[in-house]
């Protein structure tokens, strides 16, 4: 453990005993630059405290593997990487924990400006909410029934579209680095004209879903909603140069 992380947790634990929030995000912010430029309360309870730093990162050269363990990557995209770092105290005891689980490859980011859901200016804070959407679903899907083998592709509402997000592993250094980052990726953005029946009917649910966790604190609507929504998709040996409809592992 570095002396930033350290600094941290104990700052972060100082700042429990406090009942103002915003007094731990003020404390911890300078302490978490450069790296985590924002950071913000995931939870205040007197037992359950979160507190959860974003940073984003781009990679020239992101490898992409298929999840069945190849040695040889299937193709190489530039890609941009939505990192978490999560302080939690429960019950007195403070933890720390980082997550890289949520890219977004170059090609959907042209896409997003060429449909005009972004404008130049718009585009960094909508590819922070996109991959904050991707890691939400990364989380969730460990509490799905689904198997964790296979790779998978989801349809995500977003905007009057669609976002095909799909499983796989990236990495990001030497070429037979181990460590290969299992992330969900969003592949593309389609444009409301490109959705048909089926896709609407595939992505129904998610809002109710969303509310039922903030209303019921219950995760069974979205994993189920994951699960409905899943498709298998197989990783081809090119380039998918726009995975539009994942599930068909070709698109436009």
Same mark, same amino acid.
């Given at each position: 453990?570095?002396?930033?992380?350290?600094?941290?947790?104990?700052?972060?634990?100082?700042?429990?005993?406090?009942?103002?929030?915003?007094?731990?995000?003020?404390?911890?912010?300078?302490?978490?630059?450069?790296?985590?430029?924002?950071?913000?309360?995931?939870?205040?309870?007197?037992?359950?405290?979160?507190?959860?730093?974003?940073?984003?990162?781009?990679?020239?050269?992101?490898?992409?593997?298929?999840?069945?363990?190849?040695?040889?990557?299937?193709?190489?995209?530039?890609?941009?990487?939505?990192?978490?770092?999560?302080?939690?105290?429960?019950?007195?005891?403070?933890?720390?924990?980082?997550?890289?689980?949520?890219?977004?490859?170059?090609?959907?980011?042209?896409?997003?400006?060429?449909?005009?859901?972004?404008?130049?200016?718009?585009?960094? @804070?909508?590819?922070?909410?996109?991959?904050?959407?991707?890691?939400?679903?990364?989380?969730?899907?460990?509490?799905?029934?689904?198997?964790?083998?296979?790779?998978?592709?989801?349809?995500?509402?977003?905007?009057?579209?669609?976002?095909?997000?799909?499983?796989?592993?990236?990495?990001?250094?030497?070429?037979?680095?181990?460590?290969?980052?299992?992330?969900?990726?969003?592949?593309?953005?389609?444009?409301?004209?490109?959705?048909?029946?089926?896709?609407?009917?595939?992505?129904?649910?998610?809002?109710?879903?969303?509310? @039922?966790? @903030?209303?019921?604190?219950?995760?069974?609507?979205?994993?189920?909603?994951?699960?409905?929504?899943?498709?298998?998709?197989?990783?081809?040996?090119?380039?998918?140069?726009?995975?539009?409809?994942?599930?068909?592992?070709?698109?436009?």
């Amino acid at each position: 453990m570095g002396d930033k992380c350290r600094q941290a947790m104990s700052t972060f634990e100082t700042s429990c005993m406090s009942k103002k929030p915003g007094r731990c995000v003020r404390r911890l912010t300078p302490i978490l630059k450069p790296v985590f430029r924002s950071a913000n309360i995931g939870d205040w309870r007197k037992y359950n405290k979160v507190l959860i730093a974003s940073a984003m990162s781009t990679a020239p050269e992101a490898r992409v593997f298929d999840l069945k363990g190849t040695e040889e990557s299937l193709f190489e995209e530039r890609a941009a990487f939505l990192s978490n770092l999560f302080l939690v105290e429960i019950d007195g005891d403070v933890s720390a924990k980082t997550l890289t689980v949520a890219n977004i490859g170059h090609h959907a980011i042209a896409r997003l400006l060429e449909r005009e859901l972004s404008t130049p200016q718009s585009v960094a @804070a909508d590819v922070k909410k996109i991959l904050s959407i991707a890691r939400n679903l990364a989380m969730t899907f460990d509490m799905t029934r689904l198997d964790p083998t296979p790779a998978y592709a989801f349809l995500v509402p977003y905007g009057e579209g669609a976002l095909p997000v799909v499983t796989m592993k990236v990495c990001t250094e030497g070429e037979m680095n181990p460590d290969r980052r299992w992330v969900m990726s969003v592949r593309t953005y389609l444009g409301p004209d490109m959705l048909k029946p089926e896709d609407h009917e595939r992505m129904d649910g998610m809002a109710d879903a969303l509310r @039922a966790i @903030a209303t019921e604190a219950s995760s069974e609507s979205i994993t189920g909603w994951m699960e409905k929504n899943a498709r298998p998709w197989v990783l081809g040996t090119t380039h998918p140069a726009d995975a539009g409809r994942a599930h068909e592992a070709q698109g436009s």
